[in-house]
């Protein structure tokens, strides 16, 4: 093949790229658009959840892949000449001059072919063609974004429900917020438990569920309710398990002290008098000591009335009565006398172990004087109280960061102790209370963040339309305990300080149900039926004790008639 | 170059005076003379009086060949074509040269002789040469036979068994001249004037035209299509055709392909290329293929006769024959 001939050959070596990078575009188009259109029925249902993003980024994939396929896929010359030949009507020309490079007839076919292939232009040959597969691919890109748009956009909806898609989007952010800060974190997930990841799960899909409005306003509160419900029963699960590992920790730790004991030789110290301050030891002596002081004199006292009760019953002419009663009186005595030499002996061996105290107590005081100790215990008190505060709901005093420092220095002693079994012991269940204190603080920022039994959404002033939406909304108190029916409820509003700076803040208003006696941000009859009707579900799952059902059914009917 | 245009030329010449005494029968000159270039044997087929024996005779004078005609009958021996020794003055046995030893033969009427005079007749077709007596005896250079065979008559005549069909490169049939072309006929042969054609090229040229012939090129591609469509012929294999499953007995033997691609190099060179293409192949498959392929009974009862068989293998095989580059 000459130069010139190849140079023209590249060009519909090219020419044929570029027609099969637009044939892969539309095959890749074709096959992303197909999936996208399944994927936007699937989200139309609720089924599978879609973004527009998502269908942008999957048909751009398809477009990409196909045309990088078609771009990339290997054309052999030969293919191509016989192509050329086909399609330009060459009669074998271009073939047989790739083939024949000697014999009479070489140049003659070479000479020929080059003459025809001169003739003819790329795009003549290989045209990009606008066919049924591009119409179809666009019309079902085209048929993708309708339903998309008609699922999600808000265009065709009435001026109420755009408020209310609205509000439950904003709600939607935060419950992903929720989700996402307290347990998509990746440290968060290693952690997790299997309900802790269904919770996850379950909150996306509720989150989803509300960004694309599949659930209504009450469904979606109940939910949240639920969800909420979950988070606190696993908060207190986890409350459980750190406690028990505070108190295999707490048992380590007197295991410890008592090993020091016993290597100092003090078997028999105690370790709650070792633990005693010195003076409080002192006090113990003195007090031991005027103990044994009073014993002793008790002792002499009826030990002199014992003497003289013998020489009584040593003389003669007692009648047969007073003998009786003397010898009752001796034998009153000796008992007693019995129990005081017992209280001495007693006295006399706490005296022992007092002074053994004074020992173990050095030992203690040097032991507890360890810096490496005393940092253990800090460590423990730390916790035990931040476990505390999340139990009863209040803000653990330990923030994250500190948190992750007391993880850190607990390792580290691990690290110094690993040679003691006890202090490896404490250690590790000091570390698995921390976890355990980590997931109680995620299931904490859950229940907080769902508002357990508080409704949080919308805001502004008592009785403007966005601040009816919380109590319109047909929320049940599915607890297990049935709530006292009357009583009275204080607002009670938490504001989260503005900032001086600029910038985006966040803060959470929560807002009480109306006080009794005060107006009620909504007409009742606008939420009766809905009441009713969460009532007759609550009633229907057996979720109302059977001694209340009664109370519940009885309070519908009477609502009636009003 | 200058060789594919001389075979052009020649060959235009040759037809041009052929045709200067054949009326019409285009198609079967240009086959007759493609046969000719391509070093193959022809059988004619048709009715009497369509001018068989005169194209072959018009082929000889213009190619200044001996020409010899042989009119087959049952009687006939093989020695009656062959030649036979016979006893001389001199009392020996000298070999007397029988009609096969011409230039161009004319077989007339080949099925009417005997499978003995027929095999005598086809080996020296085959060989180039007979021998009798024990003593081989080459024939001219070059070596054409042309036989006729009448498909009507079928009554006493002894068809040509498919092994020597194949050793024929072409098989023609001769249609019925049209009425303007049978009118020029009936004045011709009626009237005063008869023009014969003159000597238009040398047998040297014909050896020459057979030489450029083998010549020409074959890619890689037009070959595979030509043992595609050889292949499709046969009712079982990998590369069989449905249609040939379902009509075709026995498919074409290697000498088929041997002469499609033959006859296609000269289609080739008429058409002025120097290459083969499968356009060549596909014109000159009936006259390679139909004698070759045996149809089944289910073929002759649906009617299709070999030339409808092999237009349909040449579609399938054409329709399988897809562009490489699919887009």
């Known amino acids: 093949m000459t130069t010139a001939t190849q140079s023209r050959f590249t060009k519909f070596e090219w020419r044929v790229r570029e027609v099969r990078a637009w044939k892969g575009l539309v095959i890749g188009s074709l096959v992303t658009s197909g999936i996208s259109l399944v994927w ?355 803000r653990p005093p330990l923030t994250k960061e500190e948190r992750e420092q007391l993880k850190r220095e607990m390792e580290e002693l691990a690290r110094q102790l690993k040679d003691d079994k006890a202090m490896k012991e404490y250690l590790q269940a000091m570390l698995d209370a921390m976890k355990q204190a980590k997931g109680m603080g995620r299931m904490l920022g859950v229940g907080r963040g769902l508002n357990l039994g508080i409704p949080m959404w919308g805001g502004g002033a008592p009785g403007d339309d966005q601040d009816r939406m919380p109590y319109d909304l047909g929320r049940i108190n599915k607890t297990d305990k049935p709530q006292a029916g009357r009583g009275s409820t204080n607002i009670t509003s938490v504001t989260g300080e503005k900032r001086p700076s600029a910038g985006p803040e966040q803060y959470v208003e929560i807002k009480a149900p109306s006080t009794v006696g005060n107006r009620s941000a909504v007409p009742y009859v606008n939420v009766l039926p809905s009441y009713r009707r969460k009532a007759e579900e609550a009633l229907d799952h057996q979720q109302i004790p059977k001694d209340q059902e009664k109370r519940v059914r009885e309070y519908f009917e009477s609502l009636n008639g009003k | 170059m200058e060789n594919a245009t001389w075979f052009c030329s020649t060959f235009n010449t040759i037809r041009s005076e052929v045709q200067k005494a054949v009326v019409g029968q285009h198609e079967i000159v240009e086959a007759a003379l493609v046969g000719l270039a391509a070093n193959g044997h022809v059988l004619l087929e048709g009715m009497p009086g369509l001018g068989k024996t005169l194209l072959v005779r018009s082929l000889s004078q213009a190619l200044s060949l001996d020409f010899s005609r042989i009119q087959f009958t049952p009687d006939m021996m093989p020695a009656d074509v062959t030649g036979t020794n016979v006893l001389s003055e001199g009392r020996t046995f000298e070999f007397r040269r029988g009609p096969i030893f011409a230039h161009i033969v004319l077989a007339d009427e080949i099925n009417r002789a005997t499978p003995k005079t027929q095999s005598a007749m086809l080996e020296a077709m085959q060989e180039r040469s007979v021998t009798v007596g024990g003593k081989r005896h080459e024939l001219a250079e070059p070596f054409l036979v042309m036989a006729t065979q009448n498909p009507v008559e079928q009554e006493g005549t002894y068809p040509l068994p498919e092994a020597q069909l194949d050793r024929f490169f072409f098989k023609l049939i001769v249609p019925f001249p049209t009425k303007a072309e049978l009118a020029e006929v009936v004045l011709r042969t009626t009237g005063v004037e008869f023009q014969e054609p003159s000597p238009v090229a040398t047998p040297e040229d014909v050896v020459r035209m057979r030489r450029i012939v083998r010549e020409v090129p074959v890619s890689k591609e037009v070959l595979d299509y030509a043992l595609s469509l050889v292949i499709a012929t046969h009712p079982e294999g990998e590369g069989s055709t449905a249609v040939a499953k379902k009509y075709s007995r026995y498919g074409s033997s290697p000498r088929g392909a041997q002469s499609i691609l033959t006859a296609g190099k000269v289609h080739a060179l008429l058409a002025g290329r120097f290459n083969v293409a499968k356009e060549d192949l596909q014109k000159a498959a009936k006259a390679t293929l139909r004698h070759r392929v045996i149809l089944n009974f289910e073929a002759e009862a649906d009617g299709v006769t070999p030339d409808i068989f092999l237009d349909q293998v040449i579609e399938a095989v054409s329709k399988a024959d897809r562009d490489p580059i699919r887009v």
């Open chain 1, 40 to 394: 936007t029925c699937l989200d139309w249902f609720g089924v599978l959840y879609a973004e527009w993003p998502w269908l942008i980024a999957l048909v751009a994939v398809g477009l990409a892949v196909g045309s990088l396929c078609g771009l990339a896929a290997p054309i052999s010359p030969a293919s191509l000449a016989d192509s050329i030949d086909r399609r330009a009507n060459l009669e074998n020309r271009l073939g047989s001059s790739q083939q024949v490079v000697d014999g009479e007839f070489a140049q003659a076919i070479q000479a020929d072919a080059e003459a025809h292939l001169a003739a003819i232009r790329p795009a003549q040959i290989y045209p990009i063609r606008l066919g049924r597969q591009e119409l179809i691919s666009a019309s079902m890109c085209a048929l993708c974004a309708a339903i998309f748009l008609l699922g999600n956009s808000t265009m065709f909806l009435s001026d109420k429900a755009k408020r209310d898609r609205a509000n439950l989007q904003s709600e939607a952010k935060n419950v992903e917020r929720v989700t996402r800060e307290n347990l998509e974190q990746p440290e968060a997930k290693q952690d997790l438990s299997d309900q802790e990841k269904q919770m996850a799960n379950e909150l996306n899909r509720l989150s989803r569920d509300m960004e694309k409005a599949h659930v209504s306003k009450e469904e979606a509160q109940a939910k949240e309710n639920d969800l909420a419900k979950k988070a606190d029963e696993l908060m207190h699960k986890r409350a459980d398990q750190a406690q028990q590992s505070l108190a295999t920790a707490q048992s380590a730790l007197e295991q410890m002290e008592r090993g020091e004991l016993d290597r100092q030789g003090m078997r028999d110290a105690s370790i709650s008098q070792a633990q005693m301050s010195q003076s409080e030891l002192q006090s113990a002596r003195s007090q031991n000591k005027a103990k044994q002081a009073d014993l002793r004199k008790q002792l002499s006292e009826i030990d002199r009335r014992l003497a003289e009760l013998r020489k009584k019953l040593a003389q003669k002419g007692l009648s047969e009565a007073e003998r009786k009663e003397l010898e009752r009186e001796r034998k009153l005595l000796e008992a007693q006398r019995k129990a005081l030499e017992q209280q001495l002996k007693s006295a006399e061996e706490d005296a022992k172990a007092l002074e053994l105290s004074e020992e173990a107590r050095k030992v203690f005081q040097k032991l507890t004087q360890d810096p490496l100790f005393k940092k253990l215990q800090e460590l423990q008190a730390k916790m035990a109280k931040d476990l505390n505060a999340m139990q009863q709901g209040q």
